[in-house]
């Protein structure tokens, strides 16, 4: 079905991230590949400026342990990625810097402002150049 699949999610919700995995395998294609995203938003300069010097080097270390935690044991090909900004932004930057043909997200529980699917999600939704879907 699908050659090269984004996976883009939360490793504070490892457990969905497991189900998006799963769901990836079985609609990628034979020799195809997955792309497992984790996106560090960017803490503001003038409270990084109180925050250790090497927060974001441990914070990506971290996020990097967590997604080999994730695709473990999994039969397709998966690169693992973690990306520093806003989420959407880069969530559309990687499935385009890989030519792929689907992102897959998650969306938490909205509240009103977006109230179908969350705000990276819908934000990913209204500018992606391939098929996404999502998953709750």
């Known amino acids: 079905m699908y050659s ?6 939360d490793i504070g919700h ?3 991230g ?4 799963e769901k990836a395998v079985q609609l990628l294609d034979e020799g195809g590949e997955v792309f497992l995203l984790y996106v560090l938003e960017e803490v503001p300069s003038y409270i990084a400026a109180e925050l250790p010097h090497d927060l974001t080097e441990r914070r990506n270390a971290e996020a990097r342990v967590e997604l ?3 695709v473990h ?3 397709a090909t998966t690169h693992i990625e973690v990306r520093t ?3 959407s932004g880069q969530i559309l930057q990687c499935a385009e810097d890989h030519g792929a043909d689907l992102i897959m997200i998650a969306s ?3 509240g009103l402002s977006d ?3 969350g705000s990276t999600a819908a934000r990913v939704v209204r500018h992606a150049q391939c098929s996404v879907l999502i998953s709750r």
């Open 4 to 9: 090269k699949i984004v996976v883009a999610v």
């Open 85 to 87: 900004g806003a989420p």
């Open 18 to 21: 497991r189900m998006l995995l």
């Open 108 to 110: 938490h529980r909205p």
């Open 14 to 16: 490892g457990e969905l």
């Open 73 to 75: 044991g999994l039969s």
């Open 68 to 70: 080999k935690s994730l």
């Open 115 to 117: 109230y179908f699917i």
